[in-house]
Each structure stands twice: as C-alpha cells, then as structure tokens.
C-alpha cells in the first residue's frame, strides 16, 4: 500500500506491507537517530513526534500515520548545528552510551513545546516513558532544565 | 513486520461495519495492544477517520469517543472534573508516550489487566454506546464486564463512552511497585454506608468487576468486621484470581487483596 508521510518537513511516499512497523520504515528510510530498542513500547528509545506528539515508532504500523507530520533527531539538529536541548544534554553530561538519548531528547522537545518552565516532577512524568540503563536519571533532569533556560534566553 | 493481511481506512461507521463484516478483521483504535500481538495473521480496520476522536458534554452527560486517546482525556477540564481519582488513574496508565498512543475504545474493547480506568467506570455507572449491523446500541459497563464482553464486542464497533457529570468521591488503590508500572491489582470504593457500599476490582480478575454489600456481607464498619468480611469474600473469589504481573504471584495477589479492599473501605469513612 502506499502511504506519504511529511519527515522533517520533507514530503515522502512509501509504497509498504500493511505490517511494516513505523521504526522499521524509518531506520530503511535512513533516520538512524530512531533506536531499535524493545519493540513493545517499554523503552522509548524509538520514540518520534508524530503530529506533535511523543509516540513509541515500535508501537505503531506506518499504515497508522499515513499522512502524518514526523519529526525525528535529524530534524531538530546535527553534530554542526546542534538544537539548545542537544546541546544542554552534552553540557550536562547527560549521554553517557547514547542509545536512550534521541527518544529522550524529543520528549524533552515535546515537553519544553508545551510547558517551558517545567518542574523536576513534571519532567520526570515526561521522561517516564524514557528508560535508561546507564547514565542514570539525575543529569537528565539537570539537561531538561539546562535546555529549558537555553530556548528560554535565546528568545 | 507484523502479520496484517490488508489494512483499510474507511470514511465512517457505516463503512467500516460493511468492512466488520469479514471474518478474519477486526479494528485497530490506538493500535498499542493490536501492535504488540506477535502472532496472528488479520486484515485491520483502521476507524481514525470515522469521527470517534471527541469530549463533549451534552445534558449532564461526559461523551468520551472512542478514538479519544488517554493523553486528550488528562488535558480536558470536564474530566479530570470528575475528581482526583479519575485523573489519578490516568496519570498511571502506562507512560508518558503510550499514553499518547492508547485510546478510550481500544481500552474498553480489550479490557487489558491494565487498564486503570475500569474500577472507576464501574462504579460512576459508566455506559458503552456501539455499533452493530443493526444499528446502535447501549450497555452498561458493568454489564458489559460481566458477560464475555470480549466475545460480546467483536462485530461491533465502540462509538462512546458516558459517564455521567459529577464530582466523583471514589478511593481509588493502585497496587504497583512503581509510579508508571503496569499494576496487577485496582481497588476502587463507593458509598458511606455499608448498605450503599459498591467495590470495584480490576487486574487480577479476567474481567474488572463491581461487588456490593450482598457479596460482603459487612454488619457494620467497625475495623475487625470489615477485616474478617474482606478475608471471607477472598476464600469465596479466590479460583477466580489470575497473575498478571511478573512482580507478583498469584498467591501473593490473594494475600494482599483483602488488605488493600479494607483500606478502601476504611479510609472512605
């Protein structure tokens, strides 16, 4: 079947399987930022924002979001031009392997969207369906609230 | 790759019963317990398009449709007026991302263990309105629950849930070892009194299900007679207690219900 999908802000069409998962589509279309984790919506690592909000891309069929607005790693920034939140997760020494951090990183984006001045509950309710197994949860929270005052004083 | 034979998205109800009418497919709403299914090959009705996404309040009545996702309920005012327990048992469902996924409908029609809302639509007497190839229809939740609702719903498609609208006094108990884990066991309880007292338990049984004072048996609220009631009912509903939770056993589920009923109880008082 053929689906579009706006990634990035770039328009693609897919001719797919009716089963083919969202992560797997992705990861073949080239946006390796989107982690093959668990595949059951337990570690978030392949977490996208799909028209505007955080969704596990394991969890769903690219059938499901034909039409949709996605947004991946790729799209906020790279290694040369680097988002503030990219930047506050380096700063904060926030990656340590680096597998949870992209999923990480959009629900973050997703949560500074919404709320820019978030509380450490409410970033650990955002980041709740974010696991890590190596850094720890502190220096994240410290990054959430390092980019949190970037995007805030680069207005 | 999951194993979807076909996969189709019709423009309406009306089309998408046509499409039910196959055997072998069956609804995809948010597509979070469908999606983790590892086997089975179907063909999938994908209902996004069918106008379920909605919260409306039409004479006192909450209508929640059925693509509503859980997210959109916490953000909405009539609902999380419906009081702390209400918006406490979806700030726990899942986490922050499936939340976005899972939907209202999906919910009710699969009835997973957990499914945090169950307690509380049995006790606020929640409704279903479907549709079925003769028309539209209505079943209590607690109706619902208690006869095979997953045989009951299969040609059929959710359009809404209603609740109705008031400030809900429910105690509500997750029982979990953490703030976001999937719980075995929900309690939740209604009533003052032990004539109007209605107890509601999800997880641990196949199906949530609602008791009141006729299968407790509670004389009055003293701390030692609802004790002793609460372990009689356990002996009475005990071949019916399932394992759903790799923290918990089933024995250790049995062992802990009573005391988490009683605190129900109790702390309404």
């Known amino acids: ?155 | 790759m999951r194993l979807v034979k076909n996969y189709l998205v019709p423009e309406s109800i009306e089309q998408a019963m046509e499409m039910l009418k196959s055997p072998d497919y069956k609804i995809i709403a948010g597509g979070s317990k469908i999606n983790s299914e590892k086997t089975g090959e179907y063909g999938l009705i994908d209902i996004r398009k069918c106008g379920l996404n909605y919260i409306k309040v039409t004479q006192g009545i909450l209508h929640i449709g059925a693509m509503t996702r859980i997210s959109e309920l916490l953000d909405n005012k009539d609902f999380c007026g419906l009081g702390e327990s209400f918006v406490n048992a979806l700030k726990s469902t899942g986490h922050a991302i499936v939340r976005n996924q899972i939907t209202i409908g999906g919910s009710v029609s699969s009835l997973t263990p957990w499914f945090n809302l169950a307690t509380l639509l049995l006790l606020a007497d929640a409704n279903i309105i479907y549709i079925d190839e003769n028309n539209s229809g209505s079943i209590s939740f607690r109706e619902y629950c208690d006869n095979s609702p997953r045989e009951f719903i299969r040609r059929k498609i959710i359009k809404e849930i209603t609740i109705p609208i008031k400030k809900y006094e429910f105690k509500y108990i997750r029982f979990s070892q953490t703030e976001v884990d999937y719980a075995p066991l929900y309690v939740a309880c209604s009533g003052k009194t032990p004539d109007s007292l209605k107890i509601a338990i999800s997880g641990c049984l196949p199906e949530p299900k609602l008791f009141d004072n006729s299968d407790f048996h509670i004389s009055d609220l003293s701390s030692e007679t609802v004790e002793k009631s609460c372990n009689d009912f356990i002996e009475k509903i005990k071949g019916k207690v399932i394992s759903t939770n790799v923290n918990f056993s089933r024995e250790y589920i049995i062992k802990i219900l009573p005391r988490l009923i009683k605190e129900s109880i109790m702390e309404e008082k």
Do not use: W
Not at chain 1, 102 to 122: A, F, H, M, V
Not at chain 1, 137 to 149: G, H, L, T, W
């Open chain 1, 1 to 155: 079947m053929k689906i579009t999908l706006t990634i990035n802000g770039d328009v693609r069409d897919f001719d797919i399987e009716p089963g083919k998962i969202l992560l797997d589509l992705l990861r073949e279309a080239g946006y390796k930022s989107v982690k093959d984790g668990c595949r059951e919506g337990e570690c978030g690592a392949c977490n996208v924002i799909i028209n505007g909000k955080t969704t596990n891309s394991c969890m769903v069929l690219a059938a499901q979001v034909d039409g949709a607005d996605i947004i991946t790693v790729e799209g906020l920034g790279n290694a040369d031009n680097p988002h503030p939140i990219q930047e506050a997760f380096v700063e904060a020494g926030a990656v340590q392997c680096g597998f949870c951090t992209p999923g990480k990183i959009l629900s973050t984006y997703s949560l500074l969207k919404k709320n820019p001045q978030p509380t450490d509950s409410e970033i650990k309710e955002a980041l709740s369906g974010n696991l890590c197994r190596c850094t720890g949860y502190v220096k994240q929270i410290d990054a959430v609230k390092k980019a949190a005052k970037k995007m805030k004083d680069s207005k």
